[in-house]
């Protein structure tokens, strides 16, 4: 097999994701950082063509987006990242797809910090993202949203930890969930790696 090479940004919350999918999956791939506060974007355009991070490359394959890269390393690990079941696996692709193409109030209310907390107001818009959020974490089979650690797993442990930076940590078993996703070692291990990203 070619060997996997993942090129990740510094505090890119996509790169996050895509290199815990990895860490899921037990494939092997090494990490190129780029340093996306840097004004010059050569470096970047070499890589990614979208000029967006994370791209996941193998030979002459590149993958671009972070969806797009879970689903190839799921194919490339005999399904790691995605239940047994196809009712589950689709429901699984849903929550990830929602996350990916959802929760605008967020995405621009709540910058991700890796290293500083904060503190936001409520509104109304972003109390409807915030419930629905719950209401997924609610569904959660357990520690993890199936089974077996997955993709929604990945995707969702950054709003987790995003959602706690801002002093927002849920009670019940969403908040069972959101605690579950913080103190889960793998991804405690990329949060390690994604701070180290910023003095690469
Ligand atoms: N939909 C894309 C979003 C990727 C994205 O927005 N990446 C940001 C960092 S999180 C980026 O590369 N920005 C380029 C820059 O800041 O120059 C994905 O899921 O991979």
């Given at each position: 097999?070619?060997?996997?090479?993942?090129?990740?940004?510094?505090?890119?919350?996509?790169?996050?994701?895509?290199?815990?999918?990895?860490?899921?999956?037990?494939?092997?791939?090494?990490?190129?950082?780029i340093?996306?506060?840097?004004?010059n974007?050569?470096?970047?355009?070499?890589?990614?063509?979208?000029?967006?991070?994370?791209?996941?490359?193998?030979?002459?394959?590149?993958?671009?987006?972070?969806?797009?890269?879970?689903?190839?390393?799921?194919?490339?690990?005999?399904?790691?990242?995605?239940?047994?079941?196809?009712?589950?696996?689709?429901?699984?692709?849903?929550?990830?797809?929602?996350?990916?193409?959802?929760?605008?109030?967020?995405?621009?209310?709540?910058?991700?910090?890796?290293?500083?907390?904060?503190?936001?107001?409520?509104?109304?818009?972003?109390?409807?993202?915030?419930?629905?959020?719950?209401?997924?974490?609610?569904?959660?089979?357990?520690?993890?949203?199936?089974?077996?650690a997955?993709?929604v797993?990945?995707?969702?442990?950054?709003?987790?930890?995003?959602?706690?930076?801002y002093?927002?940590?849920?009670?019940?078993?969403?908040?069972?969930?959101?605690?579950?996703?913080l103190?889960?070692?793998?991804?405690?291990?990329v949060?390690?790696?994604?701070?180290?990203w910023?003095?690469?």
């Open positions: 097999m070619n060997e996997l090479q993942l090129v990740v940004g510094t505090d890119s919350t996509w790169s996050i994701r895509a290199s815990l999918c990895l860490q899921i999956s037990g494939l092997h791939c090494h990490e190129t950082v340093n996306l506060s840097d004004n974007k050569t470096r970047l355009k070499r890589y990614s063509a979208s000029m967006l991070v994370p791209v996941l490359i193998r030979g002459e394959l590149k993958i671009h987006d972070s969806l797009a890269i879970a689903e190839y390393i799921n194919e490339l690990s005999s399904g790691s990242l995605y239940p047994e079941s196809s009712n589950e696996r689709a429901i699984a692709r849903s929550l990830c797809a929602e996350l990916h193409s959802g929760f605008n109030q967020l995405r621009s209310t709540c910058p991700f910090y890796i290293d500083q907390t904060s503190t936001i107001i409520i509104t109304p818009e972003l109390d409807t993202e915030l419930t629905r959020i719950k209401n997924i974490w609610s569904s959660a089979q357990g520690e993890f949203m199936f089974k077996n997955g993709a797993d990945a995707f969702y442990a950054v709003l987790a930890y995003r959602l706690a930076s002093g927002i940590n849920f009670d019940g078993k969403a908040g069972l969930y959101q605690r579950a996703l103190d889960w070692h793998l991804f405690k291990d949060m390690i790696k994604a701070n180290d910023r003095s690469t």
